[in-house]
């Protein structure tokens, strides 16, 4: 097992009332059974179906299997003029 701080930001740390959620999860688990951790961890965290999920500072699908030490971060959806 592995265990991560998964970092958010804007209004999905607004959300979760933190600015990460710690999650852990097996070996060789992929982005999609991370976010799966990340939404029991913080309930109400509301993510869309497929969130930006950064693995080490890149963007990542969700077939990207993460290890320990990565850093992960959720990208909110940004909005502007």
């Known amino acids: 097992m592995i265990t ?5 930001f804007a209004s999905y740390a607004d959300a979760a ?3 990460r959620v710690r999650v852990t999860l097996p070996e060789g688990a992929r982005v999609a059974v ?6 029991s961890a913080a309930p ?9 999920v950064a693995v080490n500072h ?4 969700m077939d990207v299997t993460v290890a320990a030490g ?12």
């Open 4 to 8: 991560l701080d998964v970092l958010l």
């Open 17 to 19: 009332g933190a600015d």
């Open 34 to 39: 991370l976010l799966d951790a990340v939404r």
């Open 44 to 52: 109400t965290l509301v993510l869309p179906a497929r969130p930006l």
């Open 58 to 61: 890149r963007y990542a699908a």
């Open 70 to 81: 990565d850093e992960v971060a959720l990208i909110p959806p940004v909005a502007g003029g």
